[in-house]
């Protein structure tokens, strides 16, 4: 089956820091997400991407957040000056139609720790 | 309690029993969808059970869909050892929604 995948799979940056976190997603969906689980939480959706640009966000997705779709195969999240409470899993998903249509597909995620 | 929630927290059981799982929702939603966590890793999508959906099977999986009671099981039969992991539900509250709303999950351990 198909996946979406996700680079690094662990980061360590220290605070203050901008940091990149990388998807490929599935290649024929056309939505796109980032969610977020901070250890023994639930997991929290951010921001959803569909025809190139944002079509839903959260409270958590402020400012200090940014996506982006560079070219035809990858899908980015950009944390600017991060924080000690920004260190989570943090996982894109992917699917052909919106969450209410279709299964999403999830990444095995990026392990984000702030120091 | 919020949308997506599952219940028990944890659930221990030996290799070979049954292991089943609810999950409670509080608004109307389009579809209710299952996934399990191995530790530390990412998200698996198991099973996607539609409003108008009363029970869908999928190997030893099973899901039911109860709309009047806003809740949702997933029964895991014959249980293996390779099933201990979280599993969670998770909605999609309407149509035209990009956002699935996830429950807190459920551990599960299945010991040999």
């Known amino acids: 089956e198909p996946e979406v995948t996700q680079t690094p799979s662990h980061q360590v940056t220290q605070m203050g820091q901008e940091v990149i976190l990388r998807c490929v997603p599935i290649?024929?969906?056309?939505?796109f997400y980032w969610y977020r689980q901070i250890l023994g939480q639930k997991v929290e959706f951010l921001v959803s991407f569909y025809n190139n640009e944002i079509s839903e966000k959260s409270e958590i997705f402020d400012d200090q957040f940014s996506v982006e779709r560079p070219d035809g195969s990858n899908f980015t999240l950009k944390i600017r000056s991060t924080k000690l409470e920004d260190s989570a899993m943090y996982f894109c998903?992917?699917?052909?139609?919106?969450?209410?249509?279709?299964?999403?597909?999830f990444g095995q995620g990026t392990r984000l720790t702030v120091v | 309690s919020q949308q997506g929630e599952e219940d028990p927290q944890a659930l221990s059981i030996q290799e070979g029993e049954n292991a089943t799982m609810n999950c409670s929702y509080k608004t109307s939603i389009n579809n209710l969808q299952w996934y399990r966590q191995n530790s530390g890793r990412g998200l698996v999508h198991l099973i996607l059970i539609r409003s108008n959906e009363r029970e869908k099977h999928s190997g030893r999986l099973r899901v039911t869909l109860d709309t009047s009671k806003k809740s949702s099981s997933l029964l895991i039969t014959a249980s293996r050892a390779a099933d201990t992991a979280s599993y969670f539900c998770a909605t999609a509250v309407n149509q035209a929604g990009t956002a699935l709303i996830f429950g807190k999950g459920t551990t599960l351990s299945v010991s040999s």
């Open positions: 998903a992917s699917s052909e139609a919106n969450p209410g249509q279709g299964r999403t597909f």
């Open positions: 290649s024929n969906h056309l939505y």
